[in-house]
T-cell receptor, first 115, second 112 residues
């Protein structure tokens, strides 16, 4: 079974621009969560989507948004990029909230650099 | 405010000895705890988990211990192998939520 895939793997953007990152979950998984990893803050939860609906949202500004499609693929968007948005963005998939094991499977991440 | 804390940023252990990684949490609503292992340029890989109704879970060389009264969990790796060298994150979740709260990670180096 193929793992979680994320595209692109690396991205360089300029302050003020916007960016869209993509995530394809493991086949059969319907829940997708996004995390931001920075050296100072570690891994921080951005949001979770299940059945095309946002179920949970972390403590990030409204510049960070996401969506999920009917095939469970998900995108996240960051508008008006700031230097502090430079990070590794990780996507994780799981079967969904009915699975109380909470085990999530991570993709390799997208490394975003904002200059 | 960091709800899950790993106070040791790094740990070095001799091959064959025990590695003990520690994690503390503050939210008493957390009911499920997980350990992830991360290599550079890869996403975290699930290692082992424990429910709050248990105090120990074992999987091969890996054992996780949970002390709910102290809000503390630990991961024991016995015997440690050089391939275990990676960054280890502990994570926690509360009932009904599918978002994980992660610690800041501990870099384990196993010396051959």
């Amino acid at each position: 079974k193929a793992g979680v895939t994320q595209t692109p793997r690396y991205l360089i953007k300029t302050r003020g621009q916007q960016v869209t990152l993509s995530c394809s979950p493991i086949s059969g998984h319907r829940s997708v969560s996004w995390y931001q990893q920075t050296p100072g803050q570690g891994l921080q939860f951005l949001f979770e989507y299940f059945s095309e609906t946002q179920r949970n949202k972390g403590n990030f500004p409204g510049r960070f948004s996401g969506r999920q499609f009917s095939n469970s693929r998900s995108e996240m968007n960051v508008s008006t990029l700031e230097l502090g948005d430079s990070a590794l963005y990780l996507c994780a998939s799981s079967t969904g909230p009915q699975d109380l094991s909470y085990e999530q499977y991570f993709g390799p991440g997208t490394r975003l650099t904002v200059t | 405010d960091q709800q899950v804390k790993q106070n040791s940023p790094s740990l070095s252990v001799q091959e064959g000895r025990i590695s003990i990684l520690n994690c503390d949490y503050t939210n008493s609503m957390f009911d499920y705890f997980l350990w992830y292992k991360k290599y550079p340029a890869e996403g975290p890989t699930f290692l082992i988990s424990i429910s709050s109704i248990k105090d120990k879970n074992e999987d091969g060389r890996f054992t996780v211990f949970l002390n709910k009264s102290a809000k503390h969990l630990s991961l024991h790796i016995v015997p440690s192998q050089p391939g275990d060298s990676a960054v280890y994150f502990c994570a926690a979740s509360d009932t009904g939520a599918n978002n994980l709260f992660f610690g800041t990670g501990t870099r384990l180096t196993v010396i051959p």
